[in-house]
């Protein structure tokens, strides 16, 4: 009797249709697209950034039989090769893409003796992540902190969705905004030396990174489970109490991955800190002086280099390099606090 | 006890002054733009060409470029982003690794920097298909698909867009009630007669909400395309998918970092930056309103 069932349980089960085998396969190798993304952005922002990785090569050969060796594999056409030969028939023995180039104080890619010191890039892009996160965290936690905890639903509905448009604002509007009033206004308040400065671009980040912020604080605010302000409340605390030592603490680690998001955001934004930076690579601390950022180095000069040469694989590795940074920030949003999160609100 | 009233009191004014100050700040955006650039903003502006080296006329060229681009853009990424979702949401098992490699996918890909995307366009569609097609087709040496073009831009702006419609797809089909599913499958349906008569048709307007924001997010982009397509002035519009592009966000760009004269061609950047944000900020408007009326359609 059991055995029959089982059978006519396994007939039902097997009886295969073309169509769901179809359906199914496909739409699960369609979604393998996203996966396959992340491999090939890996892949081909390593691969043009390849000779830093292995300097020997290049410095050993000859340059005319390296570059068709070292490219060999490279399915890239004739007028490419060439234009790596006359940048190698161009390029002095210290335009090698090495470890130690990188490492230097200065960024100088054009002229005699190129340098590609990555350091005032490096300090430029904190510099101008911080400022924006100390601008732009505050305002969009306290806000996430009203129309979670404060705000009634109405007034909620409102707020949310109108803050939330700001992150419709394209960067290269806000950017533009910088450039043209925040500068102007704040070299009249304050008389900074420099128009453009790490100062500006910071305030003009923090609005591009203030809708991330607020969105994911707003959200943690809001999955703290009921029962944690109504056992508070019923305690006797006050409306304010409950939300500053009730919801507050149990959200911290949401909190944390909001700061943790909106630092990466900041971290590899693009045209809001090429256009209102000033773009001075400088290694100094003075936010009031005109900063490089990494990622608006590659824009500003990606248009300019030769293909293949070695300011070409120094972008490639800038890009590699934010690619890697914010890769380790949001996995560390993302797992991290997501999991503390969890087994707090199950109370272990 | 007073004191603690007070500083009650002070959070909570605190807190709304946030709000304000945020609020503000984006309208005063807005004005400040359009304000700007109100003498510039007529019919003509939007329908016709620049002129005199850029210091007149209008963008009729960096609207269509950008027009051309989110729509090739949507055609790749629309679909996959869709198919994507439903996957997650009605094949996948929660569990299995190959699910877990796919979320964590989508995840990163939201997090990487759009100029990253820009570079792996170059290294990617450009470098390596885009050359490869040239090495493989054409035997005259010349550049084809290897150089930056409209069809490259678009596809590196689709890769970046994904997870917008994925994340928007994914929202509007948990909506649809498992009664519905079990439904159709206790009638005889199998999964797939499921997904296509009953799950996509009551989660259209989740599909809808993610093409509007993924075209609000394409339009307003500007790193990727930098050196994947776009082009500071074309005297054609782009004819064919090798052809280069204009976009509005570019044109605020140069327009507003690299011209020779920047403070003639002021009003024109303003009024540029005063369309681009209006194109992106009515299009997440119509995307929230929309999603706003589903969910409430829901609950009812």
């Known amino acids: 009797m059991q055995n029959k069932k089982r059978d006519s349980k396994n007939s039902l089960s097997r009886k295969f249709r073309l169509s769901e085998f179809l359906a199914e396969n496909i739409i699960k190798a369609v979604s393998f697209t996203s996966f396959a993304a992340i491999i090939l952005i890996f892949a081909f922002v390593f691969r043009e950034a390849a000779p830093i990785f292995f300097p020997q090569e290049k410095k050993a050969l000859s340059s005319e039989f390296q570059q068709s060796e070292t490219y060999g594999e490279d399915p890239a056409d004739s007028p490419k090769n060439s234009l790596e030969e006359y940048a190698s028939f161009h390029s002095g023995a210290s335009d090698v893409a090495s470890f130690e180039n990188l490492t230097q104080k200065e960024w100088q890619p054009v002229g005699e003796n190129p340098k590609y010191g990555l350091l005032p890039l490096f300090i430029g892009s ?116 409950t939300a500053l030592f009730v919801v507050m603490p149990a959200a911290t680690p949401g909190i944390f991955a909001a700061l943790l998001l909106g630092f990466g955001r900041a971290f590899g934004e693009t045209m809001i800190l090429l256009m209102a930076t000033g773009n001075a690579p400088l290694s100094t601390f003075n936010i009031f002086e005109p900063v490089r950022t990494l990622s608006a180095t590659i824009g500003a000069e990606m248009a300019e280099v030769v293909f293949g040469d070695t300011h070409y694989t120094v972008l490639f590795f800038i890009g590699a390099l934010l690619f890697v940074i914010t890769f380790i920030i949001n996995a560390i949003a993302e797992f991290y606090v997501r999991a503390k999160l969890m087994k707090r609100f199950r109370g272990e | ?138 035997s005259d040496g010349q550049l084809h698909w ?116 920047v403070e003639a061609t002021k009003g024109i950047q303003y009024a540029t930056a005063f369309i681009l944000l209006i194109l992106t900020f009515s299009l997440s408007f119509v995307a929230m309103i929309i999603r706003y009326r589903f969910r409430k359609k829901i609950k009812a």
Not at chain 2, 33 to 54: A, D, Q, R
């Open chain 1, 126 to 241: 904190l510099k101008a992540t911080i400022l924006a996160i100390l601008f732009g965290a505050p305002l969009a936690i306290l806000a996430a902190i009203y129309s979670a905890l404060f705000a009634s639903k109405r007034l909620r509905e409102i707020i949310k969705p109108a803050i939330e448009l700001l992150a419709s604002f394209p960067s290269v509007v806000i950017g533009f905004f910088a450039l043209m009033t925040i500068a102007t206004f704040f070299q009249s308040v304050f008389g900074f030396t420099y128009r453009l400065n790490a100062f500006t671009g910071g305030v003009a980040m923090a609005f591009a990174i203030i809708p991330i912020i607020y969105t994911v604080t707003e959200d943690a605010l809001t999955a703290v489970p009921k029962y944690f302000s109504e056992a508070s409340l019923a305690l006797g605390a006050t409306k304010w109490q």
């Open chain 2, 1 to 138: 006890m007073m004191n603690n009233k007070l500083l009650g009191r002070s959070i909570v004014i605190v807190s709304a002054l946030a709000v304000l100050i945020i609020i503000s700040a984006l309208v005063y955006i807005l004005l400040d733009i359009y304000i700007g650039g109100k003498n510039y903003l007529t019919w003509g502006f939007l329908t016709s060409n620049p002129k005199e080296g850029m210091t007149a006329g209008g963008i009729f060229p960096a609207i269509v470029g950008t027009v051309l681009l989110v729509l090739i853009m949507s055609v790749a990424c629309v679909p996959i982003g869709t198919i994507t979702a439903i996957y997650l949401n009605e094949y996948a098992s929660k569990t299995s690794v190959f699910t877990k490699m796919i979320r964590f996918a989508v995840n990163t890909l939201s997090g990487v920097p759009a100029i990253v995307f820009g570079l792996f366009g170059l290294g990617f569609f450009i470098q390596f298909i885009g050359a490869g097609v040239d090495k493989a087709i054409y």
């Open chain 2, 146 to 261: 290897g150089q930056p073009n409209l069809l490259w831009a678009s596809l590196t702006m689709a890769f970046l867009t994904i997870p917008v419609v994925i994340v928007s797809v994914e929202e509007a089909l948990r909506t649809v009630p498992d009664d519905l599913r079990a439904g159709a499958l206790a009638l005889g349906a199998t999964k797939w007669q499921t997904i296509r008569k009953i799950v996509i048709p009551n989660s259209l307007s989740g599909i809808l909400t993610g093409t509007i924001l993924a075209i609000g997010r394409g339009a307003g982009e500007v790193a990727p395309i930098l050196f994947t397509g776009v082009a500071y002035f074309l005297p054609h519009l782009p004819q064919k998918l090798t052809d280069q592009f204009m976009n509005l966000g570019y044109h605020i760009y140069v327009m507003a970092t690299q011209s020779t004269d």
